[in-house]
C-alpha cells in the first residue's frame, strides 16, 4: 500500500544543497544496485567505478548464456527476485542468465543488428531469445515476423510524477508541468515507448496545448529535457537538481522510494493516467526457444506476480 505523503515546503535550493552535501557519502550513485542483478557465480575481475566504468543495463555473462533476455527497462529492478525464483525452479540455467534493460526502441534496434551493440569501447553480440516491451510493440513485431506467437501479457503499469524528496516545486498535477521555468525530464517519444502513454495523459489534462508546451515549446527553451534511458536518467536528474520533476511509471517511483533515495511522486488521477501493458513473445530464430518459452510461463504464476506487486504492477485481466 502506498504510504500518505506530506509534502514538505522546502526550497528547491535547499533540496539541492541537501542531496550534493550527502552525496559524497554514497559508495555509489543511485540507482545501481551493487550487482544484485547479475546471477553469474564466477565474476572473474570486480572492475566496476561508478560515473566512469559502469555497464548498469546489462547483465551476467553472454559467452555462457542458455536464456537471452531483452526486457523493456523500466523494471530493472525487479529482474534480480525474478531471476531468482525462475532459477529456483530451473536450476539448469541458474547462472546462465543473460539479459538487458535499456529501451524498448533500441532493444528492437540491437535485434535488428543481429543482437550486436557497442558502449563505450566495448563491443559485443548477444541475440536474443525472449523479447518484453508494451503489448503494441510486442504485437507490431509478432505482425512483421521477428517475433513468434503467442504473446504472453503479465503486467499493467500507471503513471505518476516524479519528483525530489519534498516536491520543492509544489507541483500538485499534470497541467503543472507546462510552467514556462519548470525543468523537466522526459523520455524520449524517439525510442521510448512510455512517451506515446504519457502525451496521452498531458493531453487529457491539458489537451494539445500541454502536450506542445511539454514536448516541443519547453524542449525548444532547454527547459524539458529528453531522456534517452529515462528509468535511470530521470531520478539521477532530480537528485543532482537538473530538474523538477518527470513522468514516469509508478514502480519506478516506488523502487527508488524503497531503497531510501531522496524521491517522491505526485499521484495522477485516474481520469488523466494511462495504463501500459506489459507483454513478450520468443524471438523467431531463437537459440534457447524452451528457455525462452519457460520464462513466458514463469512471469504469469502467483511467484512472479507477487513480485512485481511489490513495486506496484498489477496482473494483467483481459477485457471482456
Not at 528547491?12 to 547479475?38: D, K
Request: charged fraction near 15%.
Amino acid at each position: 500500500m502506498r504510504p500518505e505523503r506530506s509534502w514538505r515546503r522546502v526550497g528547491a535550493a535547499g533540496v539541492a544543497l541537501a542531496w550534493l552535501c550527502a552525496a559524497p557519502a554514497r559508495a555509489v550513485p543511485p540507482p545501481w544496485q551493487n550487482g544484485a542483478n547479475n546471477d553469474v557465480a564466477a565474476r572473474g575481475l570486480a572492475f566496476t567505478v561508478p560515473e566512469v566504468d559502469v555497464l548498469a543495463d546489462f547483465h551476467g555473462d553472454p559467452a555462457t548464456a542458455r536464456l537471452v533476455l531483452y526486457v523493456g527497462g523500466n523494471y530493472y529492478f525487479a529482474m534480480a527476485p525474478l531471476v531468482r525464483a525462475f532459477a529456483a525452479d530451473h536450476p539448469d540455467l541458474a547462472g546462465r542468465l543473460y539479459w538487458e534493460t535499456i529501451p524498448p526502441g533500441l532493444l528492437a534496434k540491437q535485434l535488428a543488428a543481429g543482437g550486436t551493440i557497442t558502449v563505450g569501447n566495448m563491443t559485443w553480440t548477444a541475440p536474443p531469445d525472449v523479447y518484453l516491451a508494451g503489448l503494441k510493440r510486442v504485437r507490431a513485431m509478432l505482425a512483421d515476423g521477428r517475433l513468434q506467437a503467442p504473446a504472453t501479457v503479465y503486467a499493467t503499469n500507471t503513471l505518476t510524477i516524479m519528483v525530489p524528496e519534498g516536491n520543492p516545486a509544489h507541483i500538485g498535477g499534470l497541467a503543472d508541468l507546462g510552467r514556462p521555468g519548470l525543468r523537466l525530464a522526459m523520455p524520449n517519444p524517439e525510442f521510448e515507448g512510455v512517451a506515446r502513454q504519457i502525451k496521452a495523459a498531458l493531453a487529457r489534462a491539458g489537451g494539445s496545448a500541454l502536450v506542445n508546451a511539454v514536448y516541443k515549446t519547453k524542449v525548444a527553451a532547454g527547459t524539458t529535457r529528453l531522456t534517452q534511458i529515462h528509468h535511470r536518467q530521470t531520478p539521477l536528474w532530480l537528485m543532482d537538481g537538473k530538474a523538477e520533476a518527470g513522468v514516469t511509471w509508478l514502480s519506478e517511483a516506488k523502487f527508488q522510494e524503497q531503497i531510501g533515495n531522496p524521491i517522491g511522486d505526485v499521484p495522477i488521477p485516474a481520469s488523466e493516467n494511462a495504463t501500459g501493458i506489459y507483454a513478450g513473445a520468443v524471438v523467431r530464430g531463437a537459440t534457447h526457444a524452451a528457455a525462452a518459452r519457460a520464462w513466458l510461463g514463469f512471469l504469469t504464476t502467483p511467484q512472479a506476480q507477487a513480485i512485481f506487486a511489490r513495486y506496484g504492477f498489477k496482473p494483467y485481466v483481459a477485457a471482456r
